[in-house]
């Protein structure tokens, strides 16, 4: 099986067997609805960060490509852990809304950089 096959289920089964753990210990009585949702999101945030190292890892065609990579693994580490940091201590209506936008500027931070790379390499 392929590496990242590999990786990716585990983090996939992982991520269920944690929403199931935590699922199972809310019913019984021992965690409460905030620290089940602080959890799984977290768990979410880690996951994000965890691909966005392995971002510049890949084999790239081109420095350009090489960069952009590097740019996105940075991107997408930082916002994940962000996302993970504000599940785990900040308010849940501010995780929610300040995390979804640090991922989402991640994105853009990514996307920017590929765009600008692009338009750097066709004055060139």
Not at 38 to 44: D, E, L, M
Request: with cysteine; net charge positive; proline share 2%.
């Amino acid at each position: 099986m392929n590496k990242d096959i590999r990786a990716g289920l585990i983090w996939g089964g992982g991520l269920i067997g944690l929403a199931l753990a935590v699922t199972l210990a809310r019913s019984l009585g021992y965690l409460d609805e905030d620290t089940v949702l602080r959890i799984i999101f977290g768990a979410t945030g880690l996951m994000v960060a965890y691909y966005g190292n392995l971002a510049p890892k890949k084999v790239a065609p081109s420095a350009g490509a090489r960069q952009a990579a590097r740019v996105a693994g940075w991107a997408q580490v930082l916002s994940g852990l962000v996302y993970a940091g504000l599940w785990a201590f900040a308010p849940i209506a501010t995780a929610t809304t300040v995390g979804t936008g640090a991922v989402a500027a991640g994105v853009l931070v990514t996307l920017g950089y590929c765009l600008w790379l692009r338009a750097k390499a066709r004055t060139a």
